[in-house]
């Protein structure tokens, strides 16, 4: 949870005292208590309280959305859900009738923004099996939400994130500077360099048309479905924002970029979304733009991020991989271009 410089276990020593503290925010059963589920951009904790009341608590970063902008994430949420589009888990209403609330804790310089979701059955799926399936799934599903986002009127005001490559690239990148993580050094950085300027250049040629970009999920991965024997539900809408469609199959990639089953998993997704929505090859020909672009993006989370388990696990080697996946792709496209 980048956005402090606290080491991370006091960090989450104050945490969890404010997610005790923020359950009262709430008319909850007797004796509910928060338990850390996770930490990433957010805290997120599991609620249980008497007569066997389960909820999903998620403490927000600080200084990572506004407040108008969550309120625009569950806006999206609901809307999906409705229109019976994909299943979505709900929230509560606090006590004084907002689903947003705020919480103040001693040790911590600001106030945290605090959403409970109900409690969503089910499993994720079997990452160590055959994953076809599952991403034929995906792809159905990003398709019908792209449409949705077509044609949905988003309320006045609305607020989200932007991930393009000025996002990625720009001064003002969401998580930082690539160049900033770990490892990057004279080995890696000119064709990281080199990369970045192809992706630019061929986004700007792509164009944000209104059939190629809109609201996307953004994280749309296998951890962030949840099946429930015949329903599959998708959770963790907190990185939704304006892009383009086809990073939604980047983003569900993210970190396995390199697998060899993956052609076999885009496919697998292609065959899903061309199940739904129409798909033309020129916005196929740019999804390794896409998975290049995110694969960056990451190598800046992970520096930005460095304080946590998952990032110091990854930084020995993402930066090298990351070079090594850029030089097949800069490879690959200049042969296309021939």
């Known amino acids: 949870m980048a956005g402090t410089d606290m080491p991370l276990a006091k960090l989450l020593e104050h945490l969890d005292r404010l997610a005790q503290k923020a359950l009262a925010l709430w008319d ?3 004796n509910a208590h928060a338990t850390l589920l996770n930490v990433s951009e957010n805290a997120t904790y599991l609620v249980k309280a008497d007569g066997g009341f389960r909820a999903i608590m998620r403490v927000h970063r600080e200084n990572y959305h506004t407040r108008r902008a969550i309120e625009c994430e569950l806006a999206w949420i609901d809307a999906l859900d409705r229109d019976q589009v994909v299943v979505t888990p709900g929230h ?3 006590r004084d ?9 001693d040790g911590l310089d600001a106030a945290r923004f605090v959403v409970l979701f109900h409690f969503v059955e089910g499993a994720q799926p079997d990452e160590s099996g055959d994953l076809t399936a599952p991403f034929r799934q995906l792809g159905a599903m990003a398709a019908r939400m792209h449409d949705h986002a077509t044609s949905w009127t988003r309320p006045d005001g609305f607020e989200r994130l932007v991930w393009d490559d000025q996002a990625v690239f720009g001064p ?3 998580w930082g500077n690539w160049r900033d993580a770990p490892n990057v050094d004279a080995s ?3 064709v990281l360099e080199a990369a970045e300027q192809t992706i630019r250049s061929r986004l700007a040629a792509y164009g944000k048309g209104s059939n190629r970009h809109g609201l996307i999920h953004a994280d749309m991965r296998l951890a962030n479905l949840l099946i429930d024997g015949a329903e599959t539900r998708l959770i963790d809408f907190d990185d939704c924002g304006f892009g383009w469609f086809m990073y939604d199959f980047a983003a569900a990639i993210s970190f396995i970029e ?3 089953s993956i052609p076999a ?3 697998a ?3 899903g979304y061309r199940s739904v929505r129409d798909l033309p090859a020129s916005d196929e020909a740019e999804i390794d733009t896409f998975i290049m672009m995110r694969r960056m993006a990451l190598l800046a989370w992970i520096g930005s991020h460095i304080e946590a388990p998952e990032p110091q696990a990854m930084a020995p080697h993402f930066a090298a991989d990351t070079a090594r996946l850029a030089k097949i792709w800069l490879e690959t496209v200049s042969q296309h271009a021939v």
Do not use: E
């Not at 009738?97 to 804790?105: K, R, V």
């Open 28 to 30: 909850l059963p007797p």
């Open 92 to 94: 509560y209403t606090g």
């Open 97 to 105: 009738g907002h689903a947003i609330q705020s919480c103040t804790i």
């Open 172 to 174: 003002q990148a969401t």
């Open 188 to 190: 890696v950085r000119p």
């Open 258 to 260: 390199a697998d060899p």
């Open 265 to 267: 998993l885009k496919a």
């Open 269 to 271: 997704w292609l065959r």
